[in-house]
């Protein structure tokens, strides 16, 4: 465990990085800015539907290296384990699974977004993440809840969420401003002791 900049102790490790033998997720590097800019460029028209609406300056290197710096004060502090997702044989960026708004005492919960290039979409690259990503939440920093939103005409992270393990709870109006609207997004969660069925939504 490390210290955080508040005093107390973090639960994660320095430096996380998990494996499935395929792919890597770990924290972003400012020596990830060439990659990250031409896989957001490139991606940009199959993003931007599902995300806030991007800045004048959001693919420079310095924002780049801003939101590094803000990634590593965030997980210091506890709060966020920003993960980039990596194809490990050539080190390739395809994308990547924020495990964000983590709260500790009486919740244990976190919310999680993630994002995919779009020439890596539809190959089961994130579904990877997730079940890499979720052992890592339950068991390591020992939360109880994982929740994600989705815009609800989102097709593809719907049946990703469910096939995840992920259930729907319910509707958040307005919840997130999403390429200039305030888009109602369905809420989802995961739990890590939901009975007979604990083992299956850690690793199915």
């Not at 990085?17 to 990250?36: A, H, I, K, M, V």
């Not at 500790?104 to 890499?132: D, K, N, P, T």
């Not at 994600?148 to 319910?170: H, Q, T, V, W, Y």
Request: aromatic share 12%; with cysteine.
């Amino acid at each position: 465990m490390t210290r955080s900049v508040f005093g107390f102790l973090s639960r994660q490790p320095d430096r996380p990085e998990l494996r499935d033998g395929t792919r890597l997720l770990r924290l972003p590097r400012n020596s990830d800015y060439n990659q990250w800019y031409r896989l957001r460029s490139e991606s940009r028209a199959f993003l931007q539907p599902w995300e806030p609406l991007w800045r004048p300056d959001e693919l420079t290197e310095s924002a780049f290296r801003a939101r590094v710096m803000r990634n590593t004060q965030e997980y210091a502090c506890g709060l966020a384990v920003p993960f980039f997702l990596i194809h490990e044989a050539d080190n390739q960026l395809m994308g990547g699974l924020t495990i964000g708004l983590i709260r500790r005492g009486v919740s244990q919960a976190c919310m999680i977004g993630y994002w995919m290039g779009e020439r890596f979409a539809g190959q089961g690259h994130m579904f990877a993440a997730l079940q890499m990503a979720k052992p890592y939440i339950f068991k390591e920093l020992e939360l109880h809840r994982i929740e994600a939103a989705c815009i609800p005409d989102n097709d593809k992270s719907i049946r990703l969420l469910e096939r995840a393990g992920f259930e729907r709870e319910g509707l958040l109006r307005g919840y997130l401003n999403i390429n200039g609207q305030w888009r109602d997004h369905a809420i989802y969660s995961l739990l890590a002791d939901v009975g007979p069925t604990a083992g299956k939504n850690f690793y199915s």
